[in-house]
C-alpha cells in the first residue's frame, strides 16, 4: 500500500448544511484508507494585492500554511451563476501567491461539483479546471463528478442512500489515489557528499 497521503479539502460553499462538504466528507468515507483527506477553512478575507507582502494578514497566512503540506487537493463547489462561487476563487488566489512560490501549484487534484439541479454544477467544475490549468495542478479527468439532484443520494445527515453513487464514489476515490501516486513527484532523498 502506498504510504499516508495528506489531501486538502477546498469546499467551495461556507453554508452550514452544504451539499458539497457533505458530498466530499462521502467521498472521503469510501476512498482508500491511506488518503487522508484534512477539510481547510477557505472563510478568509478578500485578497487585495497591496496586502500582499512580506507580512500578509494573517488568515491568508493561515490558509497557505494549512494548503502547504498537502500531497493533494479535493476541490468540492457548488456552481454559481454557471461559475466557481467567489468565496473558493479568492482562496485559490490567495493561495496561488506569492507569484511561483503559491501553495497550489503543481499540487494532483480532483474536483466534484454538487448541486440541488440536475446539471451537477458542470461549469463551476470546468471553471475550475481551467483555473487549475494555469496553477499546473494536474487534475483527474475521469470519473467526472458532476453530482445533479444531491437530494436523491445522499440524506441530509450526509449519508449515502443510493448503492449506484457510492459506487461511483468509491471508484472517484480509487481514482484519485491512482493519480496521486502517478503524478506526485516524489522527494529524492539526500545524498551524502
Ligand atoms: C448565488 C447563487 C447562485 C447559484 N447559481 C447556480 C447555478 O448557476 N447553477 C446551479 O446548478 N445552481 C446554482 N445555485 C444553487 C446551488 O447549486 C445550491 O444552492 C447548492 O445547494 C449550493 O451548494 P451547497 O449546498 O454546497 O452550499 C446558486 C445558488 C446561489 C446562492
Same mark, same amino acid.
Given at each position: 500500500?502506498p504510504?499516508?497521503r495528506?489531501v486538502?479539502?477546498?469546499?467551495?460553499?461556507?453554508?452550514?448544511?452544504?451539499?458539497?462538504?457533505?458530498?466530499?466528507?462521502?467521498?472521503?468515507?469510501?476512498?482508500?484508507?491511506?488518503l487522508?483527506?484534512?477539510?481547510?477553512?477557505?472563510?478568509?478575507?478578500?485578497?487585495?494585492?497591496?496586502?500582499?507582502?512580506?507580512?500578509?494578514?494573517?488568515?491568508?497566512?493561515?490558509?497557505?500554511?494549512?494548503?502547504?503540506?498537502?500531497d493533494a487537493? *479535493?476541490?468540492?463547489?457548488?456552481? +454559481?451563476?454557471? &461559475? =466557481?462561487?467567489?468565496? %473558493?476563487?479568492?482562496?485559490?488566489? @490567495?493561495?496561488?501567491?506569492?507569484?511561483?512560490?503559491?501553495?497550489?501549484?503543481?499540487?494532483p487534484?480532483?474536483?466534484?461539483?454538487?448541486?440541488?439541479?440536475?446539471?451537477?454544477?458542470?461549469?463551476?467544475?470546468?471553471?475550475?479546471?481551467?483555473?487549475?490549468?494555469?496553477?499546473?495542478?494536474?487534475? *483527474?479527468?475521469?470519473?467526472?463528478? +458532476?453530482?445533479? &439532484? =444531491?437530494?436523491?443520494? %445522499?440524506?441530509?445527515?450526509?449519508? @449515502?442512500?443510493?448503492?449506484?453513487?457510492?459506487?461511483?464514489?468509491?471508484?472517484?476515490?480509487?481514482?484519485f489515489a491512482d493519480w496521486i501516486e502517478r503524478v506526485s513527484?516524489?522527494?529524492?532523498?539526500?545524498?551524502?557528499?
Amino acid at each position: 500500500m502506498p504510504s499516508q497521503r495528506d489531501v486538502a479539502v477546498l469546499v467551495g460553499s461556507l453554508r452550514q448544511e452544504s451539499w458539497n462538504r457533505k458530498a466530499a466528507e462521502a467521498a472521503a468515507s469510501v476512498a482508500p484508507a491511506y488518503l487522508k483527506f484534512r477539510f481547510v477553512d477557505i472563510a478568509v478575507s478578500l485578497y487585495n494585492q497591496d496586502l500582499d507582502t512580506d507580512t500578509p494578514p494573517a488568515d491568508w497566512k493561515r490558509l497557505r500554511d494549512d494548503i502547504a503540506p498537502a500531497d493533494a487537493v *479535493l476541490f468540492a463547489t457548488p456552481e +454559481y451563476n454557471r &461559475s =466557481v462561487p467567489g468565496v %473558493l476563487k479568492n482562496a485559490i488566489d @490567495i493561495a496561488s501567491r506569492p507569484y511561483g512560490k503559491g501553495v497550489l501549484i503543481g499540487k494532483p487534484a480532483a474536483v466534484l461539483s454538487v448541486s440541488v439541479g440536475q446539471i451537477g454544477g458542470f461549469g463551476a467544475n470546468h471553471h475550475l479546471r481551467q483555473v487549475a490549468a494555469y496553477l499546473d495542478m494536474p487534475m *483527474l479527468q475521469q470519473p467526472e463528478m +458532476y453530482l445533479g &439532484s =444531491v437530494q436523491n443520494f %445522499l440524506s441530509a445527515s450526509g449519508e @449515502i442512500t443510493q448503492d449506484a453513487t457510492r459506487e461511483l464514489l468509491t471508484k472517484f476515490g480509487g481514482a484519485f489515489a491512482d493519480w496521486i501516486e502517478r503524478v506526485s513527484v516524489r522527494k529524492q532523498p539526500e545524498r551524502g557528499r
